[in-house]
Structure formats: structure tokens, C-alpha cells
């Protein structure tokens, strides 16, 4: 079987929700750092990989996939996983709490938008008040979307929308942004914190002066 590459950068929260797929699925998968910072995303190599000049990009079965939730689609569809609800009604639902946060959350919360404001006031300080506005109303409305009881997103199952909900507590946190008075949020991400796959994909675990990440089976 050809190798399975991960291109993401250690604190991307689309790419943290192919890190904990990818554990997941039990594949045996090797990490390669793009460095967001530094500017690698526009070099003609990652280029060549993803026009957009983003992360993730997962190099699988001879194929090169973009775009997180794509992959994990792919992911699903060629048998390495089961999140996706096989009633039509919660698998729109899964799909609908999972754009919440990839499509309406993330964009406005990441990297290039942050810096964007920034320079648009001339006054760092805003970047932090971008996010806070941004990201608290955001997880509340999430919040009415998930499941009464769980533990995890819409009930006792793993679904994919928890993949994407735990990565951007990690974003909201760097911002002052506590889920405190969110306690489905809450629960979620405890139940999640419990799981190996989710433990392992953590930004903390990638910061970088880290050993270098080898993803594993499990």
C-alpha cells in the first residue's frame, strides 16, 4: 500500500480534524509540517500539492485530497471510517453542525482573516477582539444544535461533527473564549478527551520544539 502523507500546519484546526480521522481509521500515516508562518503554503512544492495554498493536503491512494471535510467523506466513503449517521435526517444533521463550524466559524477565525483585520486597523489588539466576536456566538448557536443527552454531538455516537467542534475549543481557548456556560460544548469535549485518537491529533502534542509526530494505527 503507497504511503499516507498529511501536509498540515501543528495548530490548523481543519487539519486537527484529518489528524484525529486519520486516527481513527486505523491507517498508518506520517505528518509533514507546513509552517503557515513562514510562509511555506506559498511555496511552489505546496503549490503543486493544493492550488489554494492551504491545509491540509492528504496524499492517499495515489490521490492528493483538500479540503477537510472532503477527506473525511473519502475517508468514510472507502470503508477507514463510520461517522456519518446511515438514517437520511441525522446524517443531515451531522452535516449541519459540522458546516456550522467548518463553514461558518472557521473561516472568519482563521489565520489569514485574523491578520487581515489587523492590518486593516493597524492595531493588534483587534485581532483578539475579532476573535472573541466572532467566536463566542458562533459555539452558542452550535451549542442549540447539539444532542440533549450525548456524550458526543448527537448522542452516543462519534460523528464527524466532533471532529470538527474539539479542534476550534483549542482556538476559542488561545482567545479567552470559555465554554463555560455552553455545557453540551462541554460535555463533548470531555467525552472526547477521554479518546486516544483525539488525544494524540492535539496541537499540544505538535507544538513545535515536539518530537516529531508519527501517526499510529488506533
Same mark, same amino acid.
Given at each position: 500500500?503507497?504511503?499516507?502523507?498529511?501536509?498540515?500546519?501543528?495548530?490548523?484546526?481543519?487539519?486537527?480534524?484529518?489528524?484525529?480521522?486519520?486516527?481513527?481509521?486505523?491507517?498508518?500515516?506520517?505528518?509533514?509540517?507546513?509552517?503557515?508562518?513562514?510562509?511555506?503554503?506559498?511555496?511552489?512544492?505546496?503549490?503543486?500539492?493544493? %492550488?489554494?495554498? &492551504?491545509? @491540509?493536503? *492528504?496524499?492517499?491512494?495515489? /490521490?492528493? #485530497?483538500?479540503?477537510? =471535510?472532503?477527506?473525511?467523506?473519502?475517508?468514510?466513503?472507502?470503508?477507514?471510517?463510520?461517522?456519518?449517521?446511515?438514517?437520511?435526517?441525522?446524517?443531515?444533521?451531522?452535516?449541519?453542525?459540522?458546516?456550522?463550524?467548518?463553514?461558518?466559524?472557521?473561516?472568519?477565525?482563521?489565520?489569514?482573516?485574523?491578520?487581515?483585520?489587523?492590518?486593516?486597523?493597524?492595531?493588534?489588539?483587534?485581532?483578539?477582539?475579532?476573535?472573541?466576536?466572532?467566536?463566542?456566538?458562533?459555539?452558542?448557536?452550535?451549542?442549540?444544535?447539539?444532542?440533549?443527552?450525548? %456524550?458526543?454531538? &448527537?448522542? @452516543?455516537? *462519534?460523528?464527524?461533527?466532533? /471532529?470538527? #467542534?474539539?479542534?476550534? =475549543?483549542?482556538?476559542?481557548?488561545?482567545?479567552?473564549?470559555?465554554?463555560?456556560?455552553?455545557?453540551?460544548?462541554?460535555?463533548?469535549?470531555?467525552?472526547?478527551?477521554?479518546?486516544?485518537?483525539?488525544?494524540?491529533?492535539?496541537?499540544?502534542?505538535?507544538?513545535?520544539?515536539?518530537?516529531?509526530?508519527?501517526?499510529?494505527?488506533?
Amino acid at each position: 500500500m503507497a504511503e499516507v502523507v498529511l501536509h498540515d500546519y501543528w495548530r490548523s484546526t481543519a487539519s486537527w480534524r484529518v489528524r484525529i480521522a486519520l486516527n481513527l481509521s486505523g491507517l498508518a500515516w506520517q505528518r509533514r509540517a507546513v509552517d503557515l508562518r513562514a510562509g511555506d503554503q506559498h511555496r511552489q512544492a505546496h503549490l503543486a500539492l493544493n %492550488p489554494q495554498g &492551504l491545509v @491540509p493536503v *492528504l496524499e492517499i491512494d495515489g /490521490l492528493q #485530497l483538500t479540503q477537510s =471535510l472532503a477527506i473525511l467523506d473519502y475517508l468514510e466513503a472507502t470503508g477507514r471510517l463510520a461517522l456519518v449517521p446511515p438514517d437520511p435526517g441525522q446524517a443531515a444533521r451531522a452535516r449541519a453542525v459540522a458546516l456550522s463550524v467548518a463553514c461558518d466559524i472557521h473561516p472568519v477565525c482563521n489565520l489569514r482573516v485574523a491578520d487581515h483585520v489587523a492590518r486593516l486597523t493597524g492595531r493588534e489588539e483587534t485581532r483578539a477582539d475579532w476573535m472573541r466576536a466572532t467566536l463566542l456566538p458562533g459555539l452558542a448557536a452550535v451549542e442549540r444544535m447539539l444532542d440533549p443527552h450525548g %456524550p458526543f454531538c &448527537l448522542g @452516543p455516537d *462519534l460523528t464527524q461533527p466532533d /471532529l470538527c #467542534l474539539i479542534p476550534q =475549543l483549542y482556538n476559542a481557548a488561545r482567545w479567552g473564549v470559555a465554554p463555560d456556560d455552553l455545557p453540551r460544548i462541554t460535555r463533548v469535549a470531555a467525552a472526547c478527551a477521554g479518546l486516544d485518537a483525539f488525544r494524540n491529533a492535539s496541537a499540544e502534542e505538535l507544538r513545535p520544539g515536539a518530537d516529531p509526530y508519527l501517526g499510529a494505527p488506533g
